[in-house]
Nanobody, 124 residues
Framework: QVQLKESGGGLVQAGDSLTLSCAGS????????MGWFRQAPGKGREFVAA????????SYVDSVKGRFTITKDNPKNTLYLQMNSLKPEDTAVYYC?????????????????WGQGTQVTVSS
């Protein structure tokens, strides 16, 4: 199995940029489809972005398309989420996740391994 740990969260202003990282240990990232999810206060965990095992295929929720970019560095076992033009509605705890199946999917319950999350707060 793989262990995941997010970093890079913080407090920023609307319009700012932030890059989240997710470091993995235990198994190589090239074995996993990886995703970013977020959970705002009082809401369920939602899909943000996902990337295929070798990084050639990505998927995004409509609300972040054109603003967020997901990438992965397999030799470094690290997943990234570049977030630009941040909005107050992006405020949430952000989680990285991994699944062993090769198909890029969006449902939360399709991912097997999770980090503990990092807080992103965007002020208006």
């Amino acid at each position: 199995q793989v262990q995941l740990k997010e970093s890079g969260g913080g407090l920023v202003q609307a319009g700012d940029s932030l890059t989240l990282s997710c470091a993995g240990s235990g198994r190589t990232f090239s074995n996993y489809v990886m995703g970013w999810f977020r959970q705002a206060p009082g809401k369920g965990r939602e899909f943000v972005a996902a990337i295929s095992r070798l990084g050639f295929t990505t998927s995004y929720v409509d609300s972040v398309k054109g603003r967020f970019t997901i990438t992965k560095d397999n030799p470094k076992n690290t997943l990234y989420l570049q977030m630009n033009s941040l909005k107050p509605e992006d405020t949430a705890v952000y989680y990285c996740a991994a699944r062993q199946s090769p198909v890029v999917v969006t449902p939360v319950d399709e991912y097997n391994y999770w980090g503990q999350g990092t807080q992103v707060t965007v002020s208006s």
